[in-house]
C-alpha cells in the first residue's frame, strides 16, 4: 500500500489545520492537553462545528453527508484534531447506529434519526450489555413483548456509556426466547425521556462517571422504532460491532499519547540527566513506535476495504487487539516516567472549576486516572479473547 502524501494530500491537511485554528473551541483543548474531564457542552461544540463544516460524519456515504475522503484524508484528519486537543467524539450515533439506520433502516428513520445525529443535537447511547450478558452478547435477556403497535420492554443494561447524558438508546432486545439465542434477537430505538427507564452511575477506577446501569421497567416503545426485521438483530449488531472495534484502534489517540511521554521523558530526570536519553526506556519507546506504526498500517487497509460501503471485515478486531493494548502500554510508560508523582490520588486537577496547585509537576496529575482508564479498553468492544476467536476463525479458517 502506498502511504506516501501527495500533494492533494499535503493541500488537505493544510485545509484540516486552517479550520481546526479558526473553529476548534480553545478552551477544549487546553482542557485534554490538561487531562480535565470533558462536559457534555464540550462534546456538542466540536461536533456541531464539525457539522457546520460538512465534516460531522465523515465515513457515511456522501448521500447522507459524508465526505468522500480516502483512506489517507482520514488519517490525517484524525491525526490533526488530536494534535490541537480535540476530544475523541462519543461514537454512539455517528459510528454506530447511524450507518446501522443507513443499511438496514427504513426511509422514514433515516429522515428522522440522521439529521439530529449528524449535527449532534441528539446524544446516544448502547445498551447492549447486560449483568448477565457481557462478551457473550448474544445472551441478552432483556425481553421486548409485541403488545398492538407498541413494544414493551423489560430488563436490565450495564456499562452503558453516557446514558445520564444520552437522549435516545439503542437496544439489542430479546423478542423469541424460544429459538436459538442468535435468531431471537431484535434492535429497538428507545426514547431515554420515556417512562419507565431509570439510570444509576457506576463510577469507574478513574474516578469519573462514565458508565451507567440502564433499568426498562413496562417501558412503551413504538413498534415503528423497530430497525430493520424482527428477530434479525443479531446481523446488525455485529455491523455495528465490526464498526465499533475499528474506531476503537485510536491510531490518533496513540499519536499523541506518544507525544505526551515523549515530552514527559524531557522533562522528567534520571541520574541526572533526562530520562529520554536513558537507552533502555528508549528502546522501550521505540518499540512503541514501532508498533504504532504498524498499526496505522493497518487501519488504513481496514478503511480501504470499509471506502466500499459494505461492513468492516475481521481486520478490525485486529486493530481492536492491538489498539487496546498500545494505548495500555502508553499509559503505562507515562506512569513509569512520572514515577512517585503519579502515585498520589489528585481528583481536583481532573474537575474543570479547579484552581488549586498540583501535587508535583502539572503534568502528572492526569496519568493515573488515564492509566486506570485504559484497564478497560482490553474488555469493552469485544475482550481480546473473543476477537482472537473471531480471528481465528473469519482470517486463519481454524
Known amino acids: 500500500m502506498d502511504i506516501s502524501y501527495s500533494t492533494e494530500d499535503e493541500a488537505f491537511r493544510q485545509e484540516v489545520r486552517t479550520f481546526l485554528k479558526e473553529k476548534f473551541p480553545a478552551d477544549i483543548g487546553k482542557k485534554a492537553k490538561a487531562g480535565i474531564r470533558f462536559k457534555k457542552d464540550d462534546y456538542f461544540r466540536w461536533q456541531n462545528a464539525l457539522y ?9 456515504p456522501e448521500e447522507h453527508g459524508g465526505t468522500g475522503w480516502s483512506p489517507i484524508q482520514s488519517n490525517i484528519f484524525d491525526e490533526e484534531c ?6 475523541r467524539m462519543l461514537p454512539f450515533g455517528t459510528k454506530l447506529v447511524g450507518p446501522v439506520i443507513i443499511h438496514f433502516g427504513s426511509d422514514e428513520q433515516k429522515a428522522q434519526y440522521l439529521p439530529g445525529i449528524r449535527s449532534s443535537e441528539v446524544f446516544w447511547c448502547q445498551g447492549f450489555s447486560e449483568p448477565g450478558a457481557g462478551s457473550d452478547l448474544a445472551s441478552v435477556k432483556t425481553r421486548a413483548i409485541r403488545d398492538g403497535d407498541d413494544f ?5 443494561k450495564t456499562w452503558t456509556t453516557a446514558a445520564h447524558m444520552a437522549d435516545w438508546i439503542f437496544c439489542l432486545v430479546r423478542t423469541d426466547p424460544d429459538v436459538k439465542k442468535q435468531e431471537g434477537i431484535s434492535f429497538l430505538l428507545i426514547d431515554m425521556k420515556t417512562p419507565g427507564i431509570t439510570v444509576r452511575p457506576i463510577i469507574t477506577l478513574d474516578g469519573d462517571h462514565h458508565v451507567n446501569e440502564v433499568f426498562l421497567e413496562d417501558v412503551r416503545v413504538p413498534a ?6 424482527l428477530n ?3 446481523t446488525y449488531a455485529k455491523f455495528l460491532l465490526s464498526n465499533e472495534r475499528t474506531g476503537i484502534a485510536g491510531v490518533g489517540l496513540c499519536k499523541q499519547d506518544l507525544v505526551a511521554l515523549s515530552d514527559i521523558a524531557r522533562a522528567e530526570r534520571k541520574n541526572g540527566k533526562p530520562l529520554i536519553d536513558d537507552p533502555l526506556f528508549q528502546a522501550r519507546m521505540s518499540r512503541l513506535d514501532i508498533d504504532l506504526m504498524a498499526l496505522e498500517l493497518t ?4 478503511l480501504v476495504e470499509d471506502s466500499g460501503g459494505g461492513a468492516p471485515s475481521a481486520i478490525s478486531s485486529i486493530l481492536k487487539i492491538r489498539g487496546s493494548e498500545i494505548q495500555q502500554r502508553t499509559v503505562e510508560l507515562q506512569m513509569e516516567a512520572v514515577g512517585n508523582y503519579a502515585l498520589p490520588w489528585q481528583q481536583g486537577p481532573l474537575e474543570p472549576e479547579w484552581n488549586g496547585k498540583p501535587i ?14 485504559r484497564r478497560k479498553t482490553t474488555i469493552y468492544g469485544g475482550s481480546t479473547e473473543v476477537q482472537k476467536n473471531i480471528i481465528s476463525k473469519a482470517i486463519l479458517g481454524l
Open 152 to 156: 414493551i420492554v423489560n430488563g436490565q
Open 232 to 234: 434479525k438483530g443479531w
Open 52 to 60: 457546520h463544516q460538512g465534516w460531522a460524519t465523515p465515513h457515511w
Open 224 to 229: 415503528e422504532n423497530l430497525v430493520g426485521e
Open 299 to 302: 487501519n488504513m487497509r481496514m
Open 360 to 373: 508535583g509537576p502539572a503534568y502528572a496529575a492526569p496519568r493515573a486516572p488515564a492509566f486506570y482508564d
Open 82 to 87: 488530536f494534535a490541537v486537543g480535540a476530544p
